[in-house]
């Protein structure tokens, strides 16, 4: 038995119908579980991009239940499969997609960059007047020692010029006032040091900086190199309907001829 026939008896039309509908069936079982599957890998992507980003999603379930949303969708699905039956006029006229610096992944990167970068500023910031209170601690150590100095020198020439019996007196003030004087000195010193230690800390912390402000603008960069692989899938997806709606049209052929 074949389609060229002139008739048919019921029984055959029967079989062929059936046989029809098998094979319709089978095929748009295969190509809706075909979609499925393409859509939970699409959906393990952009999870796996939002958990390495530490970004919270969150679902409403109830919007699966909006009658309104599903005729919208519905319509969007009667439009493009309207469309695909006429010839494009003009490319420019279909709907694109917004750029990925507007959003998303790209718009966390730029917000980490400001941030890393505000923090830089305040680094340097900070290691400036880190450095302004060095220089005056050791313009101050060098003010000291010359003040000490000085002091020794006027006390050995005021050595000739007193007499014995204050000699002691005066040694014995000058030594207290060298061990303050000592004493001023060497808390002058670990100021000093405490503040060479924070300068090298600062210089440390802006060097961290910089070093993840690179590796941020790196992975920007990384990110919009692999937009390839979204269009890519978005192509799948689309052939994908075509090819469903194509089945539906022929489905419809088949009951109408019926």
């Known amino acids: 038995m074949t389609l060229v026939e002139e008739s048919f008896t019921v029984d055959e039309v029967s079989e062929v119908l ?135 020198l006027d006390q050995g020439n005021q050595k000739d010029f007193i007499k014995a019996q204050d000699l002691s007196d005066l040694e014995n003030t000058v030594a207290a006032l060298k061990s303050e004087f000592q004493k001023t000195l060497n808390d002058k010193t670990e100021n000093q040091k405490s503040l060479e230690e924070n300068l090298a800390t600062a210089k440390h912390d802006l060097l961290r900086v910089q070093e993840q402000l690179n590796m941020a603008e790196k992975e920007l960069e990384k990110k919009f190199q692999q937009t390839a692989a979204y269009r890519n899938m978005k192509e799948i997806l689309t052939r994908k309907n075509d090819q469903i709606k194509d089945l539906r049209r022929r489905l419809a052929k088949y009951e109408s001829e019926d």
């Open 18 to 152: 059936s046989g029809l509908q098998a094979v319709v069936y089978s095929e748009v079982e295969s190509e809706l579980i075909n979609t499925a599957h393409t859509n939970v890998l699409l959906l393990r992507q952009l999870f796996s991009q939002a958990e390495k980003w530490y970004l919270k999603l969150q679902t409403d379930i109830s919007e699966l239940e909006n009658r309104e949303l599903l005729e919208q969708v519905a319509e969007f699905e009667k439009a493009e499969f309207t469309s695909s039956n006429k010839k494009p006029i003009i490319d420019t006229m279909k709907p694109k997609l917004a750029p990925l610096n507007e959003g998303g992944t790209t718009e966390l990167l730029n917000k980490e960059i400001s941030r890393l970068q505000e923090e830089n500023e305040k680094l340097k910031s900070r290691l400036k007047t880190i450095e302004m209170q060095a220089t005056h601690a050791l313009d101050e150590k060098s003010k000291l020692e010359r003040a000490l100095r000085d002091l020794q």
